[in-house]
């Protein structure tokens, strides 16, 4: 059996096919969400120990924004080899920073002696009404908040050894104001944590929908286009490095103008009847890969 | 500064000072606890995926068990250098099995290639009026489920290589249904991870008594008495090596009969006014050390 095909078995049951388990709990739904992080493939050479703590927690906040929920708090596991004051409490501050911006809270955690520095965090949040990655409806509009290709960005200046910038674009914003704000209009949305390409095919598996992106709409980062060496760089660091973490969404024509006052977003696509995840570049339709940022 | 120091700080930060983060939520409170698990300190050569699944998902249903929480559900993090379909079924299965068994369910998690196999399983819980650690009263009885010893004869049996007791030994069963029929009685409560005489202190810390403990009255497993080459390995076993993953509670004496009526447990010594953590053995009197089982 190939490795592809046992990870595929473990997500089919690990997996619950959204950015969040959902709980029905009294009159509401609890959301739980865990995400392991590490040295060797998520912390490149210059990483800050506070950016270290930032991100760990991010991710995890950034699913709860992904189905409209309120973080409730956050624990945090940490393995590292050894452990100096200094990092530990730059890695705390960054926890407790973006716990904080985003009106969560660091709740606890477990520490353990670790050859690999290893962060694991589980947030939890709550959703009366949570958007799911299987409603999408054809017609509807394909939106994302804010810019792409920031996780792109940020890696080709930890290569550059531009690391103040790098660790500033690392730090992302979890989107749960937006999350909450677009939840009473969002038909189905998804945080991009593997790319836009493959966080399209997974609203598309789940909604059994296709789209049609428009590539000349995508609301690139500034940052990009000094750094993508050509034109084929740049779409590689629009559509395919991953961890944007930006909201893809998708909302019905109507409720446009409405989300539009709630919230800052770009409509980049629509969705079709049909199963296929299509690119528009230069007027011509062509396939978009479902290839994504392997973690 | 010394590791030891730098460990405190994070745990002041990091530790919420009870088995499980407690989240006010409505008319009740949510439970939320993390733990990280790896192959280097926690699971020994002979330990089978079905008992690392299961004691991944029994560690953090414990803290559940010992706040007298009722699990809602799990979320595990698996990170490991390869994934054979055999392994990850019986881990699988491992993790599915000891949710059932306590009426939790695994309801996701996250993957991810990492050199060494390393599992952080959170537990989400509810309880009306969580037992804290805080609670212990002067006079009160101090009282264990079930036997003590369970971890340190299953690592003797490892290293005997007798792996399949050593296994079932290792599978423990968290107690959450004794959990929640002591939480009406008990006055403060906690599980032994690291060992009886650590979770003696870490009660006494936080509830600001002592305890004097009959050492004769301890209900250790009968596994331990073949497998302590001496008395001294034995009091070790029973004190010292931990992860007994038992219940240890303090009721007020007027309680006994009623909480005995519902569960069965050794009554093992009364807390103290003084905050000091005293052994009888043979009828003398003796200090018992703050140190357990470092993971």
Not at 19 to 29: R, S
Not at 84 to 103: M, T
């Amino acid at each position: 059996m190939h490795e592809f095909e046992v990870l595929k078995l473990l997500y089919t049951r690990l997996d619950v096919g959204d950015d969040c388990a959902v709980i029905p709990f009294q009159d509401t739904n609890l959301l739980l969400t865990t995400d392991m992080l590490h040295r060797a493939t998520d912390f490149p050479e210059g990483t800050e120990a506070y950016t270290v703590g930032w991100r760990t927690a991010a991710v995890s906040l950034s699913d709860i924004a992904a189905m409209g929920g309120r973080p409730l708090g956050l624990v945090v596991a940490l393995g590292a080899p050894r452990f100096s004051k200094e990092f530990i409490e730059e890695l705390l501050a960054g926890l407790e920073d973006c716990c904080h911006l985003v009106n969560g809270r660091l709740l606890g955690g477990d520490i353990d002696h670790h050859r690999e520095l290893t962060l694991v965090s589980t947030a939890l949040g709550v959703a009366k009404k949570p958007v799911l990655r299987s409603g999408a409806k054809t017609g509807d509009l394909v939106c994302v908040t804010h810019g792409l290709g920031r996780t792109a960005a940020a890696l080709k200046l930890f290569e550059l050894t531009q690391v103040e910038k790098a660790n500033e674009l690392f730090r992302f914003t979890p989107r749960v104001e937006e999350g909450l704000k677009l939840a009473p209009y969002a038909d189905a949305m998804i945080d991009i944590s593997d790319g836009l390409a493959r966080s399209l095919h997974q609203l598309s598996e789940a909604s059994g929908v296709g789209f049609a992106i428009e590539y000349e709409r995508l609301p690139l980062l500034p940052e990009i286009a000094g750094l993508a060496a050509d034109e084929r760089e740049r779409r590689e660091m629009a559509l395919y490095t991953g961890e944007d973490f930006e909201l893809l969404f998708t909302i019905p024509q109507a409720g446009l103008e409405e989300a539009q006052g709630a919230v800052k977003f770009t409509a980049i696509g629509r969705a079709l009847k049909e199963r296929k995840i299509l690119l528009r570049v230069n007027g011509k339709l062509e396939e978009l890969e479902d290839r994504g940022y392997e973690h």
